[in-house]
């Protein structure tokens, strides 16, 4: 059986290896979720909700769908699970901070039909190939907005909440856009044109890049070498940054300098589960992993704003 990959899941091991195996291996369930996720994760799903809308034949007013926002953001706030770590913000900053994506998003767009809605949230994926002799790897993730332009441009879109806009080159070699073209080739016919698009819309901006045949290639192949270096790894330092602040492991991690001095460590107090082929969650927006993991007899060793 494939193990499955997920950008979020490649980039936890990129940002902190042992955050990689805090979720991942070990499957230590969050018990907390840092609120930039979760009002980007209210307003993906406000604007599916728009979408859906639209396609049925009707345009919500700004109005409504500030107030849809909103209604969805108070039922599903718990305090007790979402942590403001900034602060000197107060919780009415980030519930209008999805009115602001909403509203530069709604005035950029109305009325939504400069291009044909293909999928929203559309679960994609695909055979990665064998990065090494343990077994093949299987990519797969959700698109927020498959669409196509008037030229017949397919379009993989992805909504954006945090207020960082990277540089051109950085979209460029973006990695997460461009393993979904890689997925939705085979559905198009040959030599279709696709675009990936970033909607920053803290920002009110647009961004889009392209990818060459050889460069969905190369992507390919660096891809399989990070994965066989994942599986390669017999320990799984702690990468102490700014983002310990956010990370759903902090209180207990060694290696954050702001863990909870009461608290054991995770590595003191955990029990494999029951099930080492269990699924888990990836909770990062927009993205699920059903995971197949072989654990190692000591776990091998073990998301934040933008
Ligand atoms: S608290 Fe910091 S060092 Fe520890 S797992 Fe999280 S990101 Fe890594």
Known sequence: MAETYSHSRLSSFEDCPRKYQYRYLMKIPSESEGVEGFVGKVVHDVLERLYTKVGEGGVPSLQRVIARYRQIFDDRYDEKRIRIVRRENPLSFYRELGDHCLANYYHDHYPFDSTETLGLEEHVGFELGEPDASGPAHIQGYVDRIA?????VIEIQDYKTGARVPSQAKLDKDRQLALYQI????HYPERQPFRLVWHFLQRGRTLTSTRSADQLLALRERTLALIAKIRGTERFETRPSPLCRWCEFGSRCPGNRER????????ETWEPPESPR????DTAAGSVD????????AAKGMNAPN
């Not at 269990?278 to 969650?281: C, I, K, T």
């Open 260 to 267: 909870d001095p009461d608290l054991p460590s995770w590595e």
């Open 183 to 186: 997925a939705l080739t085979d």
């Open 290 to 297: 059903q995971l197949a993991l072989p654990l190692t007899p």
């Open 148 to 152: 196509r332009t008037s030229e017949g």
């Open 278 to 281: 269990s699924g888990a969650v």
